[in-house]
């Protein structure tokens, strides 16, 4: 196809929403502006933060750092004969590898508190562990992240 595609929630935490915190509807759709699509090559990783503003005027700080994940092509290539547009079959000496195509994966952060350096580091660590394949949980390593204490700037913690 066009190699567009529609976000999806893969995993979440908390799996519920707070009470005081819910979350963020339709952030898939935040994550990827420019719209969910394959690649042909793998991008760098990407970083931004964003502010949204919720009904009560209260900020929530959306940290995304995005990376490219490579997925198989399901659809092999086919070439065109003698330059008419017409398909030509594949020999069976020379069989066609599939295309490869790499898919964008987005890790994100939300947070009243704007401490853009902190949810960079934070998402990187998350980044490291998963591309390198560590036998750590990440629901231990984010539940230990979320229990650290980060000052104020200016004041106590």
Do not use: M
Not at 35 to 55: K, S
Not at 66 to 93: I, M
Not at 127 to 146: A, M, P, R
């Amino acid at each position: 196809g066009s190699g567009d595609g529609q976000g999806q929630i893969l995993q979440r935490f908390p799996e519920k929403d707070w009470e005081d915190n819910p979350f963020p509807q339709g952030i898939e759709l935040f994550c990827q502006p420019s719209g969910w699509q394959l690649f042909t090559e793998r991008n760098p990783p990407t970083f931004f933060v964003a502010v949204l503003t919720d009904i009560n005027s209260e900020r929530h700080y959306c940290a995304c750092f995005t990376f490219w994940e490579a997925v198989e092509s399901a659809q092999p290539q086919s070439h065109p004969r003698n330059g008419e547009g017409e398909e030509e079959e594949e020999e069976p000496s020379s069989p066609v590898q599939p295309v490869q195509l790499f898919a964008p994966k987005s890790l994100v952060l939300v947070s009243r508190l704007d401490h853009a350096e902190v949810f960079r580091n934070s998402l990187g660590l998350i980044y490291t562990i998963y591309v390198d394949g560590l036998s750590v949980s990440l629901e231990n390593v984010i539940g230990n992240l979320l229990t650290c204490t980060i000052p104020i700037t200016g004041g106590a913690q």
